[in-house]
T-cell receptor, first 118, second 112 residues
Framework: NAGVTQTPKFQVLKTGQSMTLQCAQDMNHNSMYWYRQDPGMGLRLIYYSASEGTTDKGEVPNGYNVSRLNKREFSLRLESAAPSQTSVYFC?????????????????FGPGTRLTVL | EDKVVQSPLSLVVHEGDTVTLNCSYEVTNFRSLLWYKQEKKAPTFLFMLTSSGIEKKSGRLSSILDKKELFSILNITATQTGDSAIYLCAVEPSSNTGKLIFGQGTTLQVKP
């Protein structure tokens, strides 16, 4: 099993360009998440999908859109990139049913995408 | 507003030292608290805590939760250079989403 995979690993954009970050998991997890990580700020939730067919805003959704393409894939789109979106982006997934407290509650993270917007 | 605060933000120790990392939280309807270790890339899961007073252990790492005082600690004994990393604390509020609220992280550097 590959776990959670993300593409690309690195990307440089110019202000105003658009791009889509791809994420896929092969663990049959129900929930998927997109975070950004900036120095000294931990991980901040951008968007999440608690189950296939649903998406919701997290803490910092402005400037982003998401698509839960199927149970495996959850993409993040920047329509018009800005320098403030320079960050490391992590995708994560979580097994178990949404709302269920179980030993399978931890989130598993992908390797990250380092994005620079000039 | 839900929040998680970690302290210290950074720490430098020498091999063999014992360290204690702190995590305090304010969330509505607490469900669980998780600790992650982040080296160069993705955070990796260490512990999940749901009940007060029950210590979780894995080798030289241990963690405990106090739901009355709203905090958790992560202890690392006999530190090694391989323990150098960012340690992240996250809290899951009770909801149907599985969302996590992360603290800022503690950067630990262990010198030989």
């Amino acid at each position: 099993n590959a776990g959670v995979t993300q593409t690309p690993k690195f990307q440089v954009l110019k202000t105003g360009q658009s791009m889509t970050l791809q994420c896929a998991q092969d663990m049959n997890h129900n929930s998927m998440y997109w975070y950004r990580q900036d120095p000294g700020m931990g991980l901040r939730l951008i968007y999440y999908s608690a189950s296939e067919g649903t998406t919701d805003k997290g803490e910092v959704p402005n400037g982003y859109n998401v698509s839960r393409l199927n149970k495996r894939e959850f993409s993040l789109r920047l329509e018009s990139a800005a320098p403030s979106q320079t960050s490391v982006y992590f995708c994560a997934s979580r097994g178990g049913l949404a709302g269920a407290l179980s030993i399978y509650n931890e989130q598993f993270f992908g390797p990250g995408t380092r994005l620079t917007v000039l | 507003e839900d929040k998680v605060v970690q302290s210290p933000l950074s720490l430098v120790v020498h091999e063999g030292d014992t360290v204690t990392l702190n995590c305090s939280y304010e969330v509505t309807n607490f469900r669980s608290l998780l600790w992650y270790k982040q080296e160069k890339k993705a955070p990796t899961f260490l512990f999940m805590l749901t009940s007060s007073g029950i210590e979780k252990k894995s080798g030289r790492l241990s963690s405990i939760l106090d739901k009355k005082e709203l905090f958790s600690i992560l202890n690392i004994t006999a530190t090694q250079t391989g323990d150098s990393a960012i340690y992240l604390c996250a809290v899951e509020p009770s909801s149907n989403t599985g969302k996590l609220i992360f603290g800022q992280g503690t950067t630990l550097q262990v010198k030989p």
